[in-house]
């Protein structure tokens, strides 16, 4: 199950969307979530789906990682897609049973709404799967830049970010060993009733707990010994620059969005 | 030589533990710049404790740390204090800040504020001083537990320290990772002249050091060439510690009434000061 979590990892490649300053994979994700969120009609989902394809292709990702990274997500998806079945009103209505009715309306959004999540999900992991953690980091930062002045600890929050993406798999490998030892201790995690099978955690989370609590303490001595003082008069190895594939990206991202609220205006 | 370490009279306890005897009590040294310092003792006697005083994250109570003559209770030469002494410690993955190798490496010189250039120069010599430059684009948590600590050495050596304290930066690797670890600091004492001052268990890891300290509660209870101080085993049994396995069975022997040596430590002399005895 912990195996499955994908997010953080980062696929090493060569392609267009590798070389991509990391600053404009943010933005050009911002701008298509928001277009995903603009959009009502086949054309403008299907436009989006087409961007999200060629960009996969482009960038050499197999297809089976991105599902990977699906697969954790999809009882969430299962879930919105019968809520919004049974909940949606309008259109003829399909078959009702007891108090549910089912219209062609409520299929169609549940669809969509499955759709959208899906997508969402995919591009952000394009965005992950194409980036080091590292430079996501670093271009969070430097575009939050603005809101140093308003005294919001960017660089904190940066640094956070890419410590935590260095210890997911430091910290899932320790998970999978607790497990095992509880398990060979005759905890059992997999049968049982929910509430049976959530107690059976906490023998789990506690020792994972205490034990990361140790790694952040000898984590904050180490960094402090390695000079760390915080972002003031810090220099980076790998200075981000923008060129020309960089701009390039950013106008089609804006003419995609200009696109997909005019559609959306008119309805289609 | 002058020393580039010294430690007079520290006294010091952990705050909350008031009640507790000092941690340090008394503790004092001096380390010669260049040399392979080995510093011995029983869990607990308070070396880890030491060894963070080297680089001014703990500040003693009573007595001082000067490092290169900086006083480490001087706010201001903290950061000086640090890029002149480095720390590795025991467990690999919690001294690693970055998800790629080199990026890891890189984080001591960007908290230095050096140009772009000059830490990408710095790095790459560092890893190719640790042996680690084909993996600079690794992943450090696929990495076996001796790359790994040889990448926080790596990592480490990027400040150019004049000093590296490490602390039991072996205890969680096998034989094969302790080897590479132990061949790497020997290497860069003797050829790049780092002062090394290595805290460990491994009785066998302190035979080439220049100078060896042994400590035991809170102080230094002995000092010495690893001859000097492997001699006298059972003051060192009795303070809890082994010897180096070539000292324990010449001092087997001896008590058995063969007349041996005491200090033939590596395993030449010793193997050469049995056959004589067996002519
Ligand atoms: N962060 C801390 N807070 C409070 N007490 C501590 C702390 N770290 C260590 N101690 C106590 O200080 C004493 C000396 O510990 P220290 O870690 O320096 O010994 P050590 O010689 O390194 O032992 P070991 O060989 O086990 O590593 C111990 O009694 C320990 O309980
Ligand atoms: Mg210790």
């Known amino acids: ?268 | 030589m002058k020393p580039i370490i010294q430690v007079k009279d520290v006294h010091f306890r952990y705050s909350g533990e008031e009640h507790l005897p000092p941690v340090l009590n008394g503790a004092s040294l001096e380390i010669e710049e260049g040399s392979f310092v080995v510093i011995l003792g029983h869990n607990g006697s308070g070396k880890s404790t030491l060894a963070k005083h080297l680089n001014g994250i703990l500040i003693p109570n009573e007595g001082c740390v000067l490092v290169d003559g900086m006083d480490t209770r001087d706010a201001s030469k903290l950061l000086d204090i640090r890029r002149t002494v480095g720390m590795v410690f025991q467990n690999p993955d919690n001294q690693m800040v970055a998800s790629v190798v080199e990026d890891d490496v890189a984080f001591a010189p960007e908290n230095l504020g050096i140009p772009p250039k000059e830490i990408r120069s710095r790095v790459d010599e560092a890893l190719k001083l640790v042996d680690m430059y084909e993996y600079r684009l690794h992943a450090p948590h696929l990495l076996s537990g001796g790359q790994k600590q040889r990448v926080a050495i790596a990592g480490v050596i990027a400040m150019r320290p004049r000093c590296i304290v490490l602390d039991e930066p072996t205890a969680m690797l096998d034989p094969a990772g302790r080897q590479e670890v132990i061949g790497t600091i020997k290497r860069l004492c003797r050829e790049n002249g780092i002062t090394i001052v290595l805290i460990t268990h491994h009785m066998n890891e302190a035979v080439d050091a220049d100078k060896v300290f042994v400590m035991s509660n809170g102080r230094v209870i002995s000092q010495g060439t690893p001859k000097e101080v492997f001699s006298n085993v059972e003051f060192l049994k009795s303070e809890g510690l082994t010897v180096p396995d070539t000292a324990e069975l010449l001092y087997k022997l001896r008590l058995s009434g063969i007349d041996l040596p005491a200090e033939a430590l590596s395993i030449e002399e010793c193997a050469q000061a049995i056959a004589a005895a067996l002519k």
């Open chain 1, 1 to 268: 199950m912990l195996k499955d979590i994908t997010l953080g990892q980062y696929f090493p490649g060569n392609s267009f969307i590798h070389r991509l300053d990391p600053r404009t994979k943010l933005l050009f994700i911002i701008v298509y979530i928001t277009a995903l969120f603009v959009s009502k009609s086949y054309v403008t989902y299907g436009i989006l789906l087409l961007v999200l394809a060629v960009s996969i292709a482009v960038s050499k990702i197999r297809l089976s990682a991105i599902f990977k990274g699906l697969k954790p997500l999809m009882f969430i998806m299962i879930f919105t897609a019968i809520l919004n079945l049974f909940y949606t009103k309008g259109g003829t209505e399909l078959f009702s049973f007891w108090v549910f009715t089912v219209t062609t309306k409520g299929v169609e959004f549940a669809f969509f709404m499955v759709l959208r999540i899906m997508m969402l999900i995919s591009g952000t992991f394009l965005l992950t799967y194409t980036t080091t953690p590292m430079a996501l980091t670093d271009g969070m930062e430097l575009l939050l830049t603005p809101f140093k002045k308003l005294h919001v600890p960017v660089h904190e929050f940066s640094m956070m970010m890419s410590i935590a993406l260095r210890f997911i798999p430091t910290l899932i490998e320790e998970a999978d060993k607790i497990t095992n030892a509880q398990k060979a201790r005759g905890a059992d995690f997999e049968t049982g009733k929910l509430t049976d099978r959530a107690k059976a955690l906490l023998p789990l989370l506690v020792p994972l707990f205490v034990s990361a609590f140790r790694r952040a303490d000898e984590l904050a001595i180490a960094m402090e010994s390695r000079c760390y003082h915080g972002g003031e008069g810090r220099t980076r190895m790998k200075k981000l620059k923008m060129a020309a594939p960089d701009i390039l990206t950013l106008v089609f991202s804006a003419l995609m969005l200009a696109v997909i609220i005019i559609l959306a205006r008119f309805g289609i």
